[in-house]
């Protein structure tokens, strides 16, 4: 098949979240299991394009209401993440540092869809589907249908896969204009709750839905941020598929950005190794247990949770554990967390911001990972610790509920119902004292170690999606 992944972020060229990673590792396996996969992505000021050799394959200027911007599709040269790249450069709109943020984001994310079903109508080969990934890309299935402009592309088959429907890009009908000329007896398509909403869009145009976890596909018919009703509607075409993580990344016994590597064979030792780098860099015990978080510190990661939570489970713990927070997000989540620097030093420390490196050391050096998430729609860092021999104290939520079983139920981490900081520091303690049972701690460990959360098993399941739509044509 002839697959092509449209979408905002795609690791390792622009990582905001989770949606980098699956866009970075889906196509890849796609590929390898010999289909053809192109990545369509907007060109960022980033590290990765400064760095890597282009070939402009197209160019021409997109036309945006009564606004035209020139753009250029570029490809990277030489397929080196294991597919086709290709970035929509829109100097005017896209030329930044950052991915979102921006005033003007609706219109630039317009653009990009405009610019990337332009070029996909020009070409003379046809795809054989579309995945687009989250509102950022959610018009492009009801251009598909409705547009005039996209006549040829009426037929091919358009998949929305959401990884997270708390974020769903509304804007106004003022906006309107924007769109290429259609049928505005389709207006009402565009219409929910008195806006243009992006994810509701390409929720009742596309000819699949999927969501990034079984569990999260329920949770979204109860809990989607206004969206219930119209996810009940879709049931029928709507599939929760588990992310997996790309394992040639995420490998402890090749992973050059660790202290030491090492396999289910020989954890114990590496693992110490790594903790020990890890607390020498911020100034911790290594002979505790080290608590960490990694992650955006938002409400709905349960940011908030932490401050409060540290501090108590810290004072009950008295110079007994040790927590790392690598993380930012909430200014005031941020300052929280720092201001307990003073009162707990030598047990705990921050590292606010985000730092590729230094998460894959805390994956390898820590003991535990916590994850108080009130919304998770899958998560892969718990599949990353996992692999790490690191045991995940999870939420039972969205994909966590999946992916993490309770060890009191033979599984392979610590869960909790509620997201308070209650449940937060009964786990930690529930941890504390899994600690000191070595045998026991070891045995979870491998049980997470041995857990397959590869990509082989995923990529299969978003084909046979891909071929139940093409059926319909």
Known sequence: MEIFHISAECYPVAKVGGLADVVGALPKYQNNAEHRVRVVIPCYDTKFKKENEFECVHWSSVKLGNFNFPYSILKEKTDQLGFELYLVDIPDLFDRKDVYGYEDDIERFLSFQIATLDWITGRSEVADVINCHDHHTGMIPFMMLYCHKYEKLRNIPSMITIHNGLYQGQFGFNKLYYLPEFDLAHVNVLEWDNCINSLAVAIKCAWAVTTVSPNYLNEINYSANGLESLFNLVRYKSKGILNGIDIEVWDPEKDAMIEKNYSIKNFEKGK??????????????????????????????????????????????????????????????????????????????????????????????????????????????????????????????????????????????????????????????????????????????????????????VCQEYIEMYKLISNKK
């Open 272 to 457: 110490q190794e790594n903790k020990e780098k890890l607390c020498k860099l911020f100034n911790l015990d290594p002979t505790k247990p080290l608590f960490s978080f990694i992650g955006r510190l938002l409400e709905e990661k349960g940011g908030d949770l932490l401050p409060p939570a540290a501090a108590l489970a810290l004072s009950e713990n008295y110079q007994q554990i040790n927590i790392l927070i690598l993380g930012s997000g909430s200014t005031i989540i941020e300052k929280q967390l720092n201001t307990l620097l003073q009162d707990y030093k030598g047990n705990y420390n921050t590292f606010i911001g985000y730092n590729e490196e230094l998460a894959h050391l805390i994956y390898a050096g820590s003991d535990f990972l916590l994850m108080p998430s009130r919304v998770e729609p899958c998560g892969l860092n718990q599949m990353y610790s996992l692999r790490y021999g690191t045991i995940p104290i999870v939420r039972r939520t969205g994909g966590l509920r999946d992916t993490v079983v309770d060890f009191g139920d033979d599984g392979n981490g610590i869960c909790h119902d509620q997201a308070t900081v209650g449940d937060v520091c009964y786990s930690i303690q529930r941890a504390v004292n899994l600690y000191d049972d070595k045998e026991h701690l070891n045995k979870i460990r491998k049980i997470g170690m041995n857990t397959d959360h590869s990509w082989e098993r």
